[in-house]
């Protein structure tokens, strides 16, 4: 059985078709690259998935229950956890306590909370950042703080929005690794990101949207040569940099 199925997934904003007749399964362990071209519906597929919109057809099931109408605590109560394009911390509180922020998701006590937000910032890296306003970060650490918070509620199924988006190419092998790291750790995977290497690299399978429908749905290897795929990104952008 999936971990995650989305069937038949569709929200419009008025004449504007984000994301129409979405159907993807994701297994547990597995990490699926999410791609197309701007405005394709990738972050509405997120919203949706993680209960910040509510689909006006289709189903989400996760774990065998169906999530559709739960708010956004709830379906990271039940192990879903996001991270935002725009990260968001709270730029005036210290690291630490953005992350215990997450933490108290699952743990009543201060303690308990303080030290899963420890753990989490050692995976990701950022242990020794502890006490450094989240304001004070480069990008690339705050992008590993929005990963920290989603890590510190526990979840079965982490959700990444373009976690390479502005990081040089150090820091997106870094980030690379790290999400490697974290399937190891048995969190399953999906991920939309612009860094269509570090994607094609990293997923075991590739979901491809365009204009808010599925296009592909394949290996990477399979992705990167089928001729829907190559049409949309070349309409989308002309660059050399494909848009995700
Ligand atoms: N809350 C919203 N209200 C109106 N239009 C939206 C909203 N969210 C997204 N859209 C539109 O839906 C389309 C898909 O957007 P989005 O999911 O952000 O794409 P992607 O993440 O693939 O770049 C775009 O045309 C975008 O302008
Ligand atoms: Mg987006």
Redesign the pocket.
């Known amino acids: 059985m999936a971990l995650l199925e989305v069937s038949g997934l569709t929200r419009h904003?008025?004449g504007?078709r984000?994301?129409t007749d979405l159907s993807f399964t994701v297994a547990e362990g597995e990490i699926l690259g999410l791609i197309?071209?701007?405005?394709?519906?990738?972050?509405?597929?997120f919203?949706l998935i993680a209960g910040y919109?509510r689909p006006m057809a289709g189903r989400i099931v996760f774990a065998g229950r169906d999530l559709v109408g739960l708010k956004p605590h709830a379906v990271t109560k039940r192990g879903i956890a996001r991270t935002f394009?725009i990260v968001k911390p709270f730029r005036k509180l210290d690291v630490l306590e953005n992350v215990v922020l997450g933490a108290f998701l699952r743990r009543r006590g201060r303690r308990e909370a303080e030290a899963e937000a420890r753990l989490v910032l050692d995976k990701v890296g950022l242990g020794a950042k502890i006490g450094v306003p989240a304001a004070d970060l480069t990008l690339a650490e705050q992008k590993r703080l929005e990963i920290a918070r989603a890590l510190a509620t526990r979840p079965r199924l982490l959700l990444l929005?373009e976690p390479m988006g502005g990081l040089n190419p150090t820091e997106i092998d870094q980030a690379s690794l790290l999400v490697q790291r974290l399937r190891e750790d048995g969190i399953t995977i999906v991920w939309?990101e612009h860094v269509l290497k570090a994607i094609m690299k990293v997923s075991h399978r590739v979901v491809v949207?365009h204009h808010?429908e599925k296009i592909a749905d394949a290996t990477p290897e399979a992705v990167v040569q089928d001729p829907a795929v190559i049409a949309a990104y070349l309409g989308g952008a002309r660059d050399g940099h494909a848009a995700a």
Not at 36 to 45: F, I, L, R, S, V
């Open positions: 904003f008025g504007v984000a994301v197309g071209p701007n405005g394709a519906g990738k972050t509405t597929a919203n919109l394009q929005d939309v949207i808010g």
